[in-house]
């Protein structure tokens, strides 16, 4: 069975105060490794895509990097515009389907 | 594009009643998914289509029925509703492969919030 865990389950951060997400995970045949965003009220919104160890992917303020075991979003300089609740799922062998960790809820203070 | 819309956005239900969730994507996608969001669970799948006329269960499919009779729509019904299906309920689409041939990335509607008393 695929699992997903996310840590640490809240991060406060001062704007300009760079750290990281945590995504731990274990499954069968990965397909994928996902991170979305998604803010109070609203629909997870996609992010970034990985799909082999050593990757990495870049957007804006947001980098995603993937190992055998984990990835991380490293967040550079934040702003308060980058709080929300960020979600990692992982694809398994079973195409299609993803399975998401609990997430992150990231607050950045100005 | 309007990309995935869910209808409705809130709904009140008492218990034993029933309702229908609709879904519409215009991106034609072939996969389609049906999750519910609550505190500290986060997003559990309840059914999924990998194509029109295909249903399958997830990992919560009790309680609830699907049916995709056209591409670009994904129906959840609740027949008896239960105060345990109080939720969040998210839909979401997808291509059958990602880039690289890997999984694909969803793309997910609104949501539809759901209380039932």
């Known amino acids: 069975e695929d699992q997903v865990t996310q840590s640490p389950e809240a991060l406060r951060l001062q704007e300009g105060e760079s750290s990281s997400l945590n995504c731990s995970y274990t499954?069968?045949?990965?397909?994928?490794l996902f991170w979305y965003r998604q803010d109070p009220g609203k629909g997870p919104e996609f992010l970034f895509t990985?799909?082999?160890a050593g990757e990495e992917k870049e957007k804006e303020r947001l980098k995603a990097t993937l190992t055998k075991k984990e990835s991380f979003l490293h967040i550079t300089a934040p702003k308060p515009e980058d709080s929300a609740t960020y979600l990692c799922a992982v694809g398994g062998t079973n195409a299609g389907k993803s399975t998401f960790g609990d997430g992150t809820t990231l607050t950045v203070k100005p | 594009n309007a990309g995935v819309t869910q209808t409705p956005k809130f709904r009140v239900l008492k218990t034993g009643q029933s309702m229908t969730l609709l879904c519409a994507q215009d991106?034609?996608?072939?996969?389609m998914y049906w999750y519910r969001q609550d505190p500290g669970m986060g997003l559990r799948l309840i059914h999924y289509s990998v194509g029109e006329g295909t249903t399958a269960k997830g990992e919560v499919p009790d309680g609830y029925n699907v049916s995709r009779l056209k591409k670009q729509n994904f129906l959840l019904g609740l027949e008896s509703a239960a105060p345990s299906q109080t939720s969040v309920y998210f839909c979401?689409?997808?291509?059958?492969?990602?880039?690289?041939?890997?999984?694909?990335?969803?793309?997910f509607g609104p949501g539809t919030r759901l209380l039932v008393l």
């Open positions: 979401a689409s997808s291509v059958a492969r990602g880039t690289s041939g890997g999984g694909p990335a969803q793309y």
């Open positions: 990985l799909y082999s």
């Open positions: 499954v069968s045949g990965l397909r994928g």
């Open positions: 991106m034609n996608h072939e996969y």
